[in-house]
């Protein structure tokens, strides 16, 4: 099996699995080698990161119980991710993994909902 890049615009907007054998159509190219190429991936309105200027921007989104939460909390993954924050350095984005990782631990221990985590990151 191969992995089909489909361009449009100059962009990958999808990439499908397909023969070894198969002919590529016009518009398609092997995946690698459209990476190999610099050709970018589309990525949709809705999957553009979320920015916060600083910390204190981003601990914002939190509701005062979430922050109580947060701050009482005598889980040791908890305050770790407290400390990590308190020393950001600047800008926050929705995107980075370790905001990612943090709000699924805040949702592994009840902190949060699913539906609280997608709503601070995409509000």
Request: glycine share 6%; net charge negative.
């Amino acid at each position: 099996m191969q992995r089909i890049a489909h361009i449009e615009n100059g962009h990958i907007v999808n990439v499908s699995l397909s023969a070894d054998d198969a002919v590529l159509t016009p518009g398609t190219m092997l995946e690698s080698k459209a990476i190999e190429q610099g050709i970018p991936r589309f990525v949709a309105p809705s999957e553009v990161r979320k920015i916060w200027p600083d910390k204190s921007k981003f601990w914002d989104e939190f509701t005062a119980d979430e922050k109580a939460a947060i701050l009482t909390s005598e889980h040791s993954g908890i305050k770790v991710l407290w400390s990590d924050l308190t020393m950001w350095p600047g800008e926050v984005w929705s995107d980075d993994s370790r905001i990612q990782q943090g709000l699924s631990g805040l949702v592994a221990v009840g902190i949060l909902t699913e539906s609280r985590k997608t709503e601070i990151l995409t509000k």
